[in-house]
C-alpha cells in the first residue's frame, strides 16, 4: 500500500509468499498416485530496495557483477534489536536490489541496519534506514584503490577532502564542467590569466568529461580576482560568493594578490593557483599526503595526483545529496607501506571557515622556495 513502513510492507509480502507455499503443499497432499503436475516452486524472497547506478560513476569505480552475500545488524538505537542475518545484493550492468537470504518469515527488520560485505576488499559497509527516502539510501559502493599510503581507498580520500566544508554530503555546481576564467591580471612578471589557464588544464581526468573548462566570459564558476598592490595573507583563498536555492555551486572566487611578482614566481604561481582549483572542485579540505597539490602544508607539486583527479570526479558522479559518513572502510590502512612523511595524522579541528578553502598563512613565493628546497621529490 502507499504509504506503508517497509518493515510491515515485507512482513506482509511474506505472509503472503508464506500462504502461496502452503497452498502448493495441499494441493501436491490431494494428489492420487497417478497426479503428474509438479510442485509449485516456493516463491521467492521480496526485494528489500533497487536502484540504479549513476553512468560515470559505473565508469570511475564500476562494481563487480553477480550474486553478493552481506550481513546485517541493528545499529545506533536498534542495535539491541533481535534478529540479524544474511542479504543478497545482486548487480545486473547499472541495476543492484538487495533481497533477504532466506525467507525471513515474521523477522521484522530493525529501523537502522549495518551493512557488512562478506568481501570487503570489494564493498565498503555502511548503513542504512529501512524506510530511507534519501538519494541512494541503500547503494552499495565498490572500494576503489587508492595509490596513497595514508588513506585506505579512494572513497576515504573524498570523505576527508570534503568533510571540512560539506560534512561529507555531496554536493554539485550546478554545471558539469565547472567554467573557470579571469580578465587581465598581471603581477609584476607574473600573468596570472596564463598561469590560471595553465593550472586549468592540469585538472583533466582521461576518460572523463572535464572538471574545468576555460571560459573568460561566464558570469557562472570560477573568476580570479586580482588586487593589484595588495600583498594578502593568505597569498591565495577560494571563497563562495553564490548558490542558487537548492544550494548548488554558481560562482566562486579565488582572491590573489601580488605575492607573486617575480619571473622565478611564475611556477609557483601556477602551483597555487592548481591548489585553489582542487579546492573549486569542491574538494575544501587538505591531504596528508605531501605528494597531492592539496597537501595540509601547501603544495610542493606542480599538478594533482591521479588520486585528486579520480577523487574530484567520483564527487561529482556519486548522487547529490548522499551523505557518505553512512559508508565505512571495512579495512584498516598500513602503516607499513606508507610513502609520506610519518604515519597518516587524525586531525579533528581541520575546519576552516565556512566560505573560505585557503593556502595556510606564509604560503607565498619564499615560503614555496623553502619548502621546494627541503622536500625535493
Keep these: 500500500m502507499p504509504g506503508e513502513p517497509l518493515i510491515r510492507r515485507i512482513t506482509r509480502l511474506d505472509a503472503a509468499a508464506a500462504a502461496v507455499s502452503t497452498v502448493a503443499i495441499l494441493a501436491v497432499a490431494g494428489c492420487r498416485g497417478d497426479c503428474s503436475s509438479p510442485a509449485a516452486p516456493p516463491a521467492p524472497a521480496p526485494r528489500l530496495a533497487a536502484g540504479r547506478y549513476p553512468a560515470e560513476l559505473l565508469r570511475l569505480a564500476p562494481p563487480p557483477a553477480g550474486e553478493h552475500r552481506w550481513t546485517w545488524r541493528g545499529a545506533g538505537p536498534d542495535q539491541a534489536a533481535p534478529g540479524g542475518g544474511g542479504i543478497l545484493l545482486t548487480v545486473d550492468g547499472r541495476s543492484w536490489n538487495w533481497r533477504p537470504a532466506t525467507t525471513p518469515g515474521d523477522t521484522c527488520l530493525p529501523g537502522t541496519m549495518l551493512l557488512r560485505p562478506e568481501a570487503p576488499d570489494q564493498w565498503h559497509e555502511f548503513l542504512v534506514a529501512t524506510d530511507s527516502t534519501l538519494p541512494g539510501g541503500w547503494m552499495p559502493l565498490p572500494r576503489v584503490a587508492a595509490a596513497s ?3 585506505a581507498d579512494l572513497l576515504h580520500l573524498v570523505q576527508e577532502l570534503t568533510r571540512p566544508r560539506f560534512d561529507g554530503v555531496v554536493t554539485h555546481w550546478s554545471l558539469e564542467s ?5 580578465g587581465p591580471a598581471v603581477s609584476g612578471a607574473v600573468d596570472l590569466a596564463v598561469c590560471l589557464r595553465e593550472a586549468v588544464a592540469t585538472w583533466r581526468l582521461a576518460g572523463e568529461p572535464p572538471l574545468l573548462a576555460w571560459d573568460g566570459e561566464s558570469a557562472l564558476g570560477a573568476r580570479l ?3 593589484p598592490g595588495v ?3 593568505p597569498p591565495m583563498s577560494v571563497q563562495m560568493v553564490r548558490r542558487d536555492k537548492a544550494g548548488r555551486v554558481l560562482r566562486v572566487h579565488i582572491r590573489c594578490g601580488d605575492t607573486y611578482d617575480g619571473p622565478q614566481d611564475v611556477r609557483y604561481a601556477r602551483r597555487a593557483l592548481v591548489h585553489e582549483l582542487g579546492h573549486v572542485l569542491l574538494l575544501w579540505g587538505h591531504s596528508e599526503d605531501r605528494t597531492h597539490v592539496l597537501w595540509r602544508n601547501g603544495p610542493i607539486v606542480d599538478r594533482p595526483a591521479d588520486d585528486e583527479l579520480r577523487a574530484a570526479a567520483l564527487w561529482r558522479a556519486l548522487p ?3 551523505d557518505l559518513k553512512r559508508y565505512g572502510r571495512s579495512t584498516e590502512l598500513q602503516p607499513q607501506r606508507q610513502q609520506g612523511e610519518g604515519p597518516p595524522v587524525q586531525q579533528p579541528g581541520l575546519d576552516q ?3 573560505v578553502g585557503e593556502l595556510l598563512p606564509g604560503a607565498g613565493r619564499r615560503a614555496d622556495r623553502d619548502r621546494a628546497a627541503a622536500h625535493r621529490l
Excluded: K, N, Q, S
Design 231 to 233: 600583498v594578502l595573507h
Design 178 to 182: 565547472v567554467p573557470v576564467g579571469c
Design 320 to 322: 547529490e545529496g548522499l
Design 225 to 227: 580576482i586580482h588586487y
Design 353 to 355: 571557515d565556512a566560505a
Design 149 to 151: 599510503a595514508h588513506y
